[in-house]
């Protein structure tokens, strides 16, 4: 099941996290290291189980259409924008098409979805970039 935002979700596993601290509102470059003496690093430690809600999806697409792809995103839009339109004919040939191309599609579909996360946990804490694989639907 894809999450979307608004679903509750909970880590399926134990995730640690670590980075360096810097002030807010600026890069660890932009500081003078006289006049702030604020710095180091943070390590947290989240536990599987916790529960949250997703607040943002964003998906990710890594490899180019193929042609049969591009082709029957084309078509697909037509038949939606248009199909009501047509005659039988026409809106039938425009199905069969569409219906041709559909395994190409729902490929690269399954091998092109990616997606990072952005998580408000119960706790408060929010985790964003949080790759969909770490996280399970409640």
Request: aromatic residues 4%; without cysteine.
């Amino acid at each position: 099941m894809a999450l979307k935002a608004g679903h509750r979700v909970k880590l399926a596993a134990d995730l640690e996290l670590a980075g360096a601290v810097s002030p807010a509102g600026g890069s660890p470059a932009d500081t003078d290291a006289d006049t702030h003496a604020v710095s180091g690093s943070l390590s947290l430690y989240l536990a599987a189980g916790l529960e949250g809600t997703v607040e943002r999806v964003h998906e990710h697409r890594d490899r180019p259409q193929s042609q049969e792809v591009r082709e029957y995103v084309r078509l697909k839009s037509l038949l939606d924008d248009f199909g009501h339109q047509m005659p039988p004919g026409s809106r039938g040939q425009l199905e069969e098409q569409v219906g041709s191309l559909e395994p190409a599609w729902t490929a690269h579909q399954e091998q092109q979805r990616r997606a990072t996360l952005r998580v408000r946990f119960d706790n408060g804490f929010v985790l964003d970039g949080a790759h969909e694989e770490h996280l399970t639907a409640t």
